[in-house]
């Protein structure tokens, strides 16, 4: 470091060279470095950082050489505080807490302050979730709060949806993570059942048993099951007609129905059962399966 333009307050000699650790440079504004002569006097040769003591320094006549080993202070690193990303379904009806989880880095010596407000993504504040916002406080020794967020459970089948806590004027700690991030998960949809059929068999001819397929909620799209007859004691051939296909319950609707033979006799048996199974529905924003 060239000290070639400062000069000893107490002599007027100039300083030529000064040589110190390389920790110097990364100090603040306010540090002073003396040489020997002048240390401990006030003025020195400002330089950056926080107020140093020079331990060991050469003189030389004249221009004045200054070769000092600088005392350091240790560095006083700052906690940080930082928010998760949460997630929950949404549920039915009323409200479900979505929980974010507010963390320091380390325990604090004092309170910690920071303030806190919802912001839409694609979940509407009034809609989803009642907008909120406050200052959340960290007493002394603390290093974790939780935040609940209300969201509204609804039935309406609209997929997940994203809203958004920002933390602002922190006191007491840096902000490391400042935005939580909020998925609240749509678990609505509708349920696809098949109902039972009970049918008197006759004495002769065939009658048709309609099986209903209904959906518990009309979908926004179509869905598609496929079904397909399997024997119980009812044996395919001989007791009814064996059938399998696909149906489509259109949008906006609830029910359609598969119909299937089934044969009379005059045979004195009891009662006999076969079975309609679905599989592979598909539509209604879902994969539902087999």
């Known amino acids: 470091m060239d000290g070639s333009l400062a000069t000893r307050k107490a002599s007027g000699r100039r300083l030529d060279n000064l040589l110190t ?4 440079t ?3 504004p306010a540090t002073r470095v003396y040489d020997c002569a002048d240390e401990g006097r006030p003025g020195g040769l400002p330089l950056s950082g926080a107020p140093l003591a020079a331990t060991v320094c050469t003189l030389a006549a004249d221009h004045l050489p200054v070769f000092a080993d600088l005392i350091v202070p240790t560095a006083v690193v700052a906690q940080t505080l930082r928010i998760n990303d949460a ?3 949404e549920g039915q009806s009323g409200t479900s807490p979505l929980t974010f989880t507010l963390t320091l880095s380390s325990k604090s010596a004092g309170p910690v302050t920071v303030r806190y407000a919802t912001a839409n993504g694609t979940a509407q504040a009034s809609q989803d979730y009642p907008a909120a916002r406050g200052q959340m406080t960290f007493a002394q020794g603390q290093t974790s709060k939780t935040l609940a967020i209300a969201v509204t459970g609804d039935l309406a089948r609209d997929g997940n949806k994203v809203l958004f806590v920002n933390l602002t ?3 007491g700690a840096n902000l490391a993570d400042a935005q939580g991030q909020g998925m609240i998960l ?3 949809g509708p349920v696809l059942a098949i109902g039972d059929v009970t049918l008197a068999e006759g004495h002769s001819g065939t009658r048709t048993a309609n099986f209903r397929v209904g959906l518990s909620l009309a979908s926004t799209s179509p869905v598609t099951v496929k079904y397909a007859t ?3 004691t009812a044996q395919a051939g001989s007791d009814y007609v064996a059938k399998s296909g696909s149906l489509t ?3 906006g609707q609830r029910v359609q129905s598969v119909g299937v033979l089934v044969r009379v006799d005059r045979v004195k048996e009891g009662s006999e059962s076969f079975f309609v199974d679905l599989s592979g529905a598909v ?3 879902d994969d539902w399966g087999g």
């Open 283 to 285: 539509g209604g924003g």
């Open 87 to 89: 997630a929950r379904a």
């Open 230 to 232: 399997a024997n119980g």
């Open 26 to 28: 990364r100090c603040g």
């Open 249 to 251: 319950i259109a949008a």
């Open 186 to 188: 749509n678990d609505d």
């Open 169 to 171: 004027q922190a006191t």
């Open 21 to 24: 650790s390389p920790a110097l």
